[in-house]
Every structure is written in C-alpha cells, then in structure tokens.
Nanobody
Framework: VQLQASGGGLVQAGGSLRLSCAAS??????????MGWFRQAPGKEREFVGF????????EYANSMKGRFTISRDNAKNTVYLQMDSLKPEDTAVYYC???????????????????WGQGTLVTVSS
C-alpha cells in the first residue's frame, strides 16, 4: 500500500484547508485498514492528530484538535480526508497520513510500528 498526502499550502490564521491521503497498490478494503494523521512541526517531535477506523465507526482526535479538525474517509475512492478549520499558526507542520490494521490504541497514539506512511504535505499558517 502506498499513501500519497496532498492539499497542504499556505493559509492565514482562522482559515481552512482540507488534506487528502490517497491509497494505491491495493484497495483499502483488502486490509480493513485504519488510517490516521500525524504532524511534525519544525524542531518538534511528530504528534498524533487523529484516527479513523476502516468502517468510519470510530474516530479519535488529539485533544488540541477536537472541534477544529474533522477526519473522514471514502473507501470507494481509497481516500482519507482531514478537514482543518480555525487554523492557528501553531498548526504549521508537515502532515503525514498513515495506515495500519491495528485498532486504535497505543500504536496509533504513539505513531510507532504503523505499517504504511505517506510522504507528508506541508501546512503553513500565517498570523
């Protein structure tokens, strides 16, 4: 499975962006893959943003993103989305998508041992 993240760019504080993560190589339905988003700001460690299960029935967010970010997925298009609203300068980071068969738990929250990663897309929020 290859993941391709896109949709990053420059936006003013308070604005919105929608990131996409397209999977290729195999249909997501072949693996029942959960998918998630992470981000890494300059000089900081990578942090968890959010997770969505294969069915979309379970969605989790990092506390700082709740209410501003929304994860969704379209399995027919093999694509997961991250809608980001009310963006703040501290949201500036490279955003990565990931996929794994693991259910939500420590592997997802830590970002460790996840099977598939996208290349990242840069989001810059100006003040």
């Amino acid at each position: 499975v290859q993941l391709q993240a896109s949709g990053g760019g420059l936006v003013q504080a308070g604005g919105s962006l929608r990131l996409s993560c397209a999977a290729s190589g195999r249909s997501l339905s072949s693996y029942d893959l959960g998918m998630g988003w992470f981000r890494q700001a300059p000089g900081k460690e990578r942090e968890f943003v959010g997770f969505i299960s294969w069915s979309g029935g379970r969605i989790e967010y990092a506390n700082s993103m709740k209410g501003r970010f929304t994860i969704s997925r379209d399995n027919a298009k093999n694509t997961v989305y991250l809608q980001m609203d009310s963006l703040k300068p501290e949201d500036t980071a490279v955003y990565y998508c990931a996929a794994d068969t693991a259910t939500y738990g420590s592997r997802w929250y830590s970002g460790k041992q996840l099977d598939y990663w996208g290349q990242g897309t840069l989001v810059t929020v100006s003040s």
